[in-house]
């Protein structure tokens, strides 16, 4: 398959506790993005990667959010003692030159 | 930053008929102006984009027209078939490889 992939595809974790998904775009496309996305919304930014460099993140990502891309490669993003409110699909996508973002199938995580 | 809605919220046509989505945006930076399809529990997929130097543009039964003064791109879907139901989103951004700002979506329900 050589599309965006994300693991794990489904998460549920006790309020308080760290969680960590991860993303790996289609090869050679340097643009990574993460999105966060609540039943019946649009998705929403969170933060941006060209290669390793993370070059915005949205008001929307607290100091509990943190993303890396230590290679260009793959992505994490982590969620230090989460929420309730941080129940959502978080959904990736790549793009190369073509600028189209393909989104991967998402993390639905679920905060008890 | 960027306000974005889209009109109608829902739509239900019947099968065969056309459908006219529209999105208003208020930052007059954007220039990337793309639509995406997603079907239930699937990931967002582009289906259409314009740049805002061309005022429309079509592919088979699915067209988007910009009016940039106005702020405000549709998109147009003719001969609807029930595989067109989903949700979809308008995205507008400042440039193409850049952060997307979707809309709240309008949920199409084509009925045979």
């Known amino acids: 398959d050589t599309g965006v992939s994300q693991n794990p595809r489904h998460k549920i974790t006790k309020r308080g506790q760290n969680v960590t998904f991860r993303c790996d775009p289609i090869s050679e496309h340097n643009r990574l993005y993460w999105y966060r996305q609540t039943l019946g919304q649009g998705p929403e930014f969170l933060t941006y990667f060209q290669n390793e460099a993370q070059l915005e993140k949205s008001r929307l990502l607290s100091d509990r959010f943190s993303a890396e891309r230590p290679k260009g490669s793959f992505s994490t993003l982590e969620i230090q003692r989460t929420e309730q409110g941080d129940s959502a699909m978080y959904l990736c996508a790549s793009e190369g030159t073509g600028n189209e973002q393909f989104f991967g199938p998402g993390t639905r995580l679920t905060v008890l | 930053g960027e306000n974005v809605e889209q009109h109608p919220s829902t739509l239900s046509v019947q099968e065969g008929d056309s459908a006219v989505i529209k999105c208003t945006y208020s930052?007059?930076?954007?220039?990337?102006f793309p639509w995406y399809k997603q079907e239930l529990g699937k990931r967002p997929q582009l289906i259409i984009d314009i740049r805002s130097n061309v005022g429309e543009k079509k592919d088979q039964r699915i067209a988007v027209t910009l009016n940039k003064t106005a702020k405000h791109f549709s998109l147009h879907i003719t001969e609807t078939q029930p595989e067109d139901s989903a949700v979809y989103f308008c995205a507008p951004s400042p440039h193409a490889g850049n952060m997307l700002t979707f809309g709240g979506g309008t949920r199409l329900m084509v009925k045979p």
């Open positions: 930052d007059s930076a954007s220039n990337y």
